[in-house]
Every structure is written in structure tokens, then in C-alpha cells.
């Protein structure tokens, strides 16, 4: 991942877009650590595989120990293809129902909100720091 | 006892400790048996997740009254009432002269984030809203913690007035999914006119939706019913 510094970025929303090779040699908990990090420096993390159920539950645990008041509340997470419902798109049977490589966007609660999302598009509106 | 293997010139010293080991497997491995016929009796853990305000303390709270005579803890329209996960033992349930047993856990509602501000639109002071929302994300990271170790199945509240289908719903149940633990999927406020179970229904189509009003105690047959079917 291109390294820039949170303060070159200006007013600007960073975005980090991580690769499944990235993510391919790393923990569970040094994929949470990734995410977390980045998320609050108040960047956007796309995951292009996304995690497993197990990692996903880790993540919102750790996310959970580290809400502070008037720091950080917390993450703003969607995946695609939706697993575990029933409507799955043409990504979701493109990739079959056992892959959990799911596009994942998180960001800070506090700086994303879902706009719109169904099975072939989310669109979502960030805000500056 | 890693030095055991290491090479040993006595052969007959050897022989004699594999046999010992095979016998502590056995001996192990029967112990392992007959701690698991026990634990038939032994009650299954039973934890109710789902999103905040889905109605978790009340259908706790009316199981355990129905069947114990008192209550598990306070419901709330404030989010969060339920800030740690609560545990009512022994919960016995008599169904077609079978009888159930289990320990239900109430939950706080999972969640990917709390803000404290959000206790300030209830008539709270700071101090009291931030220790509120620590308790809160205390409670939410215990509960995932004890669906990856703890419980032994299942019941997913959902309000049936709103849509079922949002990320939280999602990744809990794939969670719950992964864990090959049994959920069945309550579709709760039935008593409500803008309740919607068949939608819930269609958004877990793999699972079973079970409609009932935990406030009114509507449908409470179906629901122990279907509690004894699933975690007896
Ligand atoms: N109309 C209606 N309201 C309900 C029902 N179950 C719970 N509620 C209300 O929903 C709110 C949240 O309930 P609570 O049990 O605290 O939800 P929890 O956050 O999931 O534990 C309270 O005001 C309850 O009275 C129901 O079946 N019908
Ligand atoms: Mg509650």
C-alpha cells in the first residue's frame, strides 16, 4: 500500500484499497489491526476479499474495546455479495455461496452513511474528517 | 512429555510407555464419552442476539416467567438497556411431556458502533451517557466473545416492523451460520400492523422464522415448541 501520511492528505478522504495478496499472509488479528488502523486515521478500507465469519465477529469485538467517547464510535461496515441472505446477485452466484471473497468497505461511523445499496451497487456518502 | 520421545536404547522401557500412552488415550477417550452422555442433562446454553430494540429482555423476560417465575432484567425503548449479557439458569421447558432444559443468555444488541450522543436525546447527563455507552461496547464485544465460545444455540430477534435485511443482520447470521451452531429466527411485534414476517422469512429463507408478539405473548405454543424441537 502507497504510505501517505494523514496530514498530506489535506481535507481530502484517504482510501485504502487492499488487495486479497495482501491480506493472504496476514493474522486475523493483524487484519483487524489493518483495517482498524486506517479506519481511524478516518479512512475508508476496501477489502477486496473481505474476511471470514470468524474474522468478522473479531472485528467487531475489537471494535467495540476501542469506542471512546468523542474519539472514535465505532465502524460502518458492507459487503458484497450479501452472504447469508437469500436474494444473492449475480456477483453472489458469479462467485458462488461458499467463497467469503466479498468486497468489504468499512469506514468511521462518524464520517460514512449508506445511501443506497441492493445487489449490484452501494452507494455511500463520506464526509471530511 | 516431550523428553519421552527422544531416542530410548531400552526398548522394553519403549514398549512398556506406549502401551501406557494407548491407555491414557483410552482412558481419556471414555472419560471424554461419558462426560458427554451427562451433558445431555447438563442445560444448553441458549443466547438471544439481534439488533438493539428487537425485543431480546422482553422474550427473555417472559420465558423465564413462564417457566422459573421471575424475570431476567429491565426492557427498555432506550437502545442499550441491556448493556451486559444476562444469564437465566435452569430454564426448564415441558413440551409433549419432554422436558427441555436451558440456560438463556440475554444480550445486548450487536452492533458495529455507539456514540454516547445518542443517550443524550434520552434526558441523560454526559457522565451518565458515556459510562452508558462503555457498558454498551463492554457488553457487545462480551456477547460476540461468547458466540464464538460459549453457547450452544441460537434465537435471533428480530423486530418484524423493520428491514430485516442491513449488515448487522447479515454478518450475525453468517457468524452464528459458521459456527454450525441451531438459530431459529424470531420474528417478533407481531401484535404491530406494519409487521412484516414473511419478509424476514425471505430474507433467511434457510432458516426457520417463527412470527410471535414476546410483549403480548402471542404464538408462545409455537415458540417452546419449537425451543424443545431445536435445542432439547
Ligand atoms: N409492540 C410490541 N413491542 C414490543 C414487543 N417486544 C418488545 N417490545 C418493545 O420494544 C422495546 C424494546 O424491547 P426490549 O425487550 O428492551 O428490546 P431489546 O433491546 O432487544 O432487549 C420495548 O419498548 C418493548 O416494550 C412486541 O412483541 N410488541
Ligand atoms: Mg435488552
Known amino acids: 500500500m502507497p504510505e501517505v501520511t494523514p496530514g498530506e492528505t489535506g481535507n481530502g478522504v484517504q482510501i485504502d484499497l487492499i488487495s486479497g495478496a495482501r491480506m493472504e499472509g496476514l493474522t486475523s488479528m493483524e487484519k483487524i489491526r489493518l483495517i482498524l488502523d486506517g479506519v481511524r486515521d478516518g479512512n475508508i478500507v476496501v477489502l477486496e476479499e473481505g474476511l471470514s465469519p470468524d474474522e468478522e465477529s473479531k472485528l467487531i469485538e475489537v471494535t467495540m474495546t476501542e469506542i471512546s467517547p468523542d474519539e472514535f464510535n465505532g465502524i460502518e461496515i458492507e459487503t458484497y455479495p450479501q452472504t447469508g441472505g437469500g436474494n444473492k446477485g449475480f456477483l453472489g452466484r458469479l462467485m458462488g455461496k461458499e467463497s467469503n471473497k466479498k468486497l468489504t468497505v468499512i469506514g468511521p461511523a462518524n464520517q460514512i452513511e449508506t445511501l443506497h445499496k441492493d445487489e449490484n451497487l452501494i452507494s455511500a456518502l463520506v464526509s471530511r474528517k | ?232
Open chain 2, 1 to 232: 512429555m516431550w523428553f519421552l520421545h527422544t531416542p530410548l536404547h531400552d526398548t522394553h522401557r519403549e514398549a512398556r510407555e506406549a502401551r501406557m500412552g494407548l491407555f491414557t488415550d483410552l482412558r481419556d477417550s471414555i472419560s471424554r464419552a461419558v462426560d458427554r452422555m451427562f451433558s445431555d442433562s447438563e442445560p444448553k446454553r441458549i443466547g438471544i442476539y439481534g439488533p438493539p430494540n428487537a425485543g431480546k429482555t422482553t422474550l427473555a423476560n417472559r420465558i423465564a416467567r413462564d417457566w422459573t417465575g421471575d424475570a431476567v432484567g429491565p426492557e427498555s425503548h432506550i437502545p442499550h438497556e441491556t448493556r451486559r449479557a444476562r444469564r437465566k439458569e435452569n430454564v426448564e421447558i415441558e413440551r409433549n411431556g419432554k422436558t427441555v432444559n436451558i440456560d438463556i443468555v440475554d444480550t445486548p444488541g450487536v452492533t458495529t458502533k455507539v456514540d454516547y450522543k445518542e443517550f443524550l436525546e434520552h434526558d441523560m447527563e454526559k457522565d451518565d451517557a458515556v459510562r452508558r455507552s462503555r457498558e454498551a461496547t463492554e457488553g457487545v464485544a462480551e456477547a460476540m466473545h461468547w458466540l464464538r465460545e460459549d453457547v450452544d444455540g441460537v434465537i435471533y430477534v428480530l423486530d418484524s416492523t423493520e428491514d430485516p435485511f442491513t449488515q448487522v443482520n447479515t454478518m450475525l447470521i453468517g457468524i452464528i451460520e459458521s459456527q454450525d451452531l441451531p438459530v431459529l429466527i424470531f420474528a417478533n411485534k407481531t401484535d404491530l400492523d406494519d409487521s412484516n414476517v414473511q419478509r424476514i422469512a425471505n430474507a433467511f429463507p434457510q432458516h426457520e422464522t417463527v412470527p410471535l408478539s414476546a410483549l403480548e405473548g402471542n404464538n408462545m405454543d409455537e415458540v417452546y415448541g419449537k425451543i424443545a424441537e431445536y435445542f432439547g
